[in-house]
């Protein structure tokens, strides 16, 4: 059974930095065609923020870019999500997901086929 855990989250002061990890377990024999991170704040809806296709390229939704840093490190089968220039509005709890369908954007819910429990990061002075 696939399993995705999350680690890294925290309280952080505007402008920090933060590094989420997602280690992957169980998948043997699924290639993932896309790894993502999505976030939830209170109240709103989970947003894509930044995906990882298995050909190593990466999106990010614009109000991250310049800002956050999605990579993995297929030894350890692990991804992440380097964060630098934290603002409050990052406040939310962030969620990795990983996906095995071909042809997809990478970008919707719906094209992730497993999640990992989810790692709150809070902003705030």
């Known amino acids: 059974q696939v399993q995705l855990v999350e680690s890294g989250g925290g309280s952080v002061q505007p402008g920090g930095s933060m590094r989420l990890s997602c280690a992957a377990f169980?998948?043997?024999?699924?290639?993932?065609?896309?790894m993502g991170w999505f976030r939830q704040g209170p109240g709103k809806e989970r947003r894509w923020v930044a995906a990882i296709g298995s050909d190593g390229s990466t999106s990010y939704v614009d109000f991250v870019k310049g800002r956050f840093t999605i990579s993995q490190d297929n030894t350890k089968n692990t991804l992440y999500l380097q964060m630098n220039s934290l603002k409050p509005e990052d406040t939310a709890m962030y969620y990795c997901?990983?996906?095995?369908?071909?042809?997809?954007?990478?970008?919707?819910?719906?094209?992730?086929?497993?999640w990992g429990q989810g790692t709150q990061v809070t902003v705030s002075s």
């Open positions: 169980g998948h043997t024999y699924i290639t993932f065609t896309c």
């Open positions: 997901a990983a996906g095995f369908s071909y042809g997809v954007s990478c970008r919707l819910p719906e094209e992730y086929n497993y």
